[in-house]
């Protein structure tokens, strides 16, 4: 087992700062979901990460923490996740990504 970032829609979505999108160095791992957390009254869409690409490394962790201050990222054992999104689940159109939440990955 490893660790994986795990964002929390209720924290992000209360915001709009999509900070941690620009800082994480693994190619298309935290990605953007404009619906997340709408059904709950919350206005901005959340940031989430595709667990198999993630490594862990909790670059997203300090940026979400120490610039945006918001503190919604934590590192979760991958088994312990409630739920996760998997990069196989992307498809790449023309000007848009989708993706489908697989839940739970393991479990
Ligand atoms: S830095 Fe934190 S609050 Fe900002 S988009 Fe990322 S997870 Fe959401
Ligand atoms: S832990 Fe590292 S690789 Fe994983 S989402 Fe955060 S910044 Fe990206």
Request: glycine share 6%; hydrophobic share 40%; charged share 20%.
């Amino acid at each position: 087992m490893y660790l994986v970032a795990d964002i929390s829609v209720e924290i992000c979505a209360a915001t709009s700062c999509r900070l941690c999108t620009q800082f994480c160095p693994e190619a298309n791992t935290i990605l953007y979901n404009n619906d997340a957390g709408k059904e709950k009254g919350l206005k901005y869409g959340s940031a989430y990460v595709a667990v198999d690409r993630c490594k862990g490394c909790a670059q997203c962790v300090w940026v979400c923490d120490n610039m945006a201050k918001h503190h919604a990222i934590k590192m979760i054992m991958i088994d312990q996740l409630p739920k996760a999104a998997l990069t196989d689940n992307v498809t790449y159109g023309e000007k848009t990504t989708t993706v489908q939440l697989a839940s739970p990955v393991i479990g």
